[in-house]
């Protein structure tokens, strides 16, 4: 059984940061695509940060230069870390994998974490 977990959300004040892991058991990160997906209360859910499994990573414009993603392959976790951060960050943030990178992209991976909430105050 596949299980990705999320942690690392919480309350930040503008410009600060937080990190996100996204622990996986069932799955192996590194023969996977991996992607944080973040959704606000009135907006769409949108691809933010992705990693492929050879380590190419990619990011929307809105974060880039501010967040970071990354992979552990010895603990199979995937990080997100953001700094700057600005109110306009505030979502749940969601883990997402699957061995096809367009399933990332799409927004239809195989598996989903649970989601951790980020608020950010001004």
């Known amino acids: 059984q596949v299980q990705l977990v999320e942690s690392g959300g919480g309350w930040v004040q503008a410009g600060g940061s937080l990190r996100l892991s996204c622990a996986a058991t069932?799955?192996?990160?590194?023969?996977?695509?991996t992607g944080w997906h973040r959704q606000a209360p009135v907006n769409k859910r949108e691809l933010v940060a992705s990693?492929?499994?050879?380590?190419?990573?990619n990011y929307v414009d809105s974060v880039t230069g501010r967040f970071t993603i990354s992979r552990d392959n010895a603990k199979n976790t995937v990080y997100l870390q953001m700094n700057s951060l600005e109110p306009e960050d505030t979502a749940v943030y969601y883990c997402?994998?699957?061995?096809?990178?367009?399933?990332?992209?799409?927004?239809?991976?195989?598996?989903w974490g649970q989601g951790t909430q980020v608020t950010v105050s001004s």
């Open positions: 997402a994998a699957d061995t096809k990178f367009l399933g990332v992209l799409t927004g239809n991976p195989s598996y």
């Open positions: 069932g799955i192996i990160f590194r023969s996977n695509a």
């Open positions: 990693i492929t499994s050879s380590g190419r990573t």
